[in-house]
Every structure is written in structure tokens, then in C-alpha cells.
T-cell receptor
Framework: AQSVTQLGSHVSVSEGALVLLRCNYS??????LFWYVQYPNQGLQLLLK??????LVKGINGFEAEFKKSETSFHLTKPSAHMSDAAEYFC??????????????FGTGTRLTIIP | GAGVSQSPSNKVTEKGKDVELRCDPI?????LYWYRQSLGQGLEFLIY????????KSGLPSDRFSAERTGGSVSTLTIQRTQQEDSAVYLC???????????FGSGTRLTVV
């Protein structure tokens, strides 16, 4: 079984400040980890993913995340927030493809607000 | 097509009526997923298709929910005898087999009144 915990349902940061969105996971198999972003009335867009290999992964819009197995974490960061980053962010976990089913288990989401 | 297309984008139905939600995946994507997003439950997995078969239906909440996929392409999610608790956004996603991280459609917002 897999699960995801996102700490902080709402996060506010000032424009230009560091963005840090926290995600911890639980998985009985090596996890594949994802961050998705959802803008109002839209579907989910993949920001970045960790599968295997390098633990620091870079995604779109200047976001990056680091897989830390010892901490079971996959926190999302961006050095400098932009107004267009305001959205809801979802962390998700799946099993590797060779397990036969890549369904995602999502966290409850973090709404990011950017303060001008 | 360029992306995953879902129709209708919005659907209002009366309690007890049946509804059909359609998903057109990206051409060539063999895997197709349905999720439901609601305020109380967050994002929930419903069903997974590999080609036309559904190896994992474990997320369907009741026997009022069913889904099919034809020609390895279009999928339809059917909800019979809709209830108010079925009100949610239904999201479809597709991916090539073995790829990680799939493409979502914009969803169908279902409101049961």
C-alpha cells in the first residue's frame, strides 16, 4: 500500500521568496514520485517526476524536488516565487511500471498563494 | 489529438438519472485512467485500462459505476441512478505503456441536483 502526506493545506509566500511545499510518502516498494500542479478549472499538469537515478529532479517553471529515501520525503522547491505560481499542488506516488499498474495515490494538495 | 479530451466539460443532472462521461486519450496511449476529484475525498483513483481491458477496477465506488474502452482509444464512464454524492470532477488521464507520469484531461464537472 502507498500513501502521501502533504504538510500544509495552504502556503503563502511573498513574490520573489523561496517556495517550499512538503511531501512525505509511504511505500512498500521503491516509489515513483510526482508533483502535479492544478490551475483553477483545469486538469493536472505534471511538474516533475522521480523514477530512478538522480535524486534531484528538475521540472518545468523552475521547480525542483529532491528524493530523500532516508526521510521518505519529496519536497518541492522554487528559489523565487512568481505570481503565476499561484495554484494547487499535488504530490503523488505510484509503483514502478514493472509492477503492472501505475495508478497514482495523491496527497490532499497544497494551495499556494503568492503575496505581491 | 494534442491532448486528452473530455466531454462534456460540465454536466448537471437530476438525482436518479444516468450519465455518460467521455474521454478521448492521446493517440497511441495504451494506458488510460479515471480519477475523481471532490472536496471531501480529494483525488481518488477509479479504474485503469490497459488497451481495452481493465486490470484494476478497485476504485469504482459502487456497482452504479462502470466504464468501458473500445478500440484501445475512447473510454466512457457511466454512472447509473446518480446520487448527490456523485457530484465531483471526473478526470481522465492517459500514458504510453511503461511511461511514468501521465497526461490529464481538463475533466468533467458533474453536478447532481
Amino acid at each position: 500500500a502507498q500513501s502521501v502526506t502533504q504538510l500544509g493545506s495552504h502556503v503563502s509566500v511573498s513574490e520573489g521568496a523561496l517556495v517550499l511545499l512538503r511531501c512525505n510518502y509511504s511505500s512498500s516498494v521503491p516509489p515513483y514520485l510526482f508533483w502535479y500542479v492544478q490551475y483553477p478549472n483545469q486538469g493536472l499538469q505534471l511538474l516533475l517526476k522521480y523514477t530512478t537515478g538522480a535524486t534531484l529532479v528538475k521540472g518545468i517553471n523552475g521547480f525542483e524536488a529532491e528524493f530523500k529515501k532516508s526521510e521518505t520525503s519529496f519536497h518541492l522547491t522554487k528559489p523565487s516565487a512568481h505570481m503565476s505560481d499561484a495554484a494547487e499542488y499535488f504530490c503523488a506516488v505510484s509503483e514502478p511500471p514493472n509492477f503492472g499498474n501505475e495508478k497514482l495515490t495523491f496527497g490532499t494538495g497544497t494551495r499556494l498563494t503568492i503575496i505581491p | 489529438g494534442a491532448g486528452v479530451s473530455q466531454s462534456p466539460s460540465n454536466k448537471v443532472t437530476e438525482k436518479g438519472k444516468d450519465v455518460e462521461l467521455r474521454c478521448d486519450p492521446i493517440s497511441g496511449h495504451t494506458a488510460l485512467y479515471w480519477y475523481r476529484q471532490s472536496l471531501g475525498q480529494g483525488l481518488e483513483f477509479l479504474i485503469y485500462f490497459q488497451g481495452n481491458s481493465a486490470p484494476d477496477k478497485s476504485g469504482l465506488p459502487s456497482d452504479r459505476f462502470s466504464a468501458e474502452r473500445t478500440g484501445g482509444s475512447v473510454s466512457t464512464l457511466t454512472i447509473q441512478r446518480t446520487q448527490q454524492e456523485d457530484s465531483a470532477v471526473y478526470l481522465c488521464a492517459s500514458s504510453p505503456t511503461g511511461a511514468s507520469g501521465y497526461t490529464f484531461g481538463s475533466g468533467t464537472r458533474l453536478t447532481v441536483v
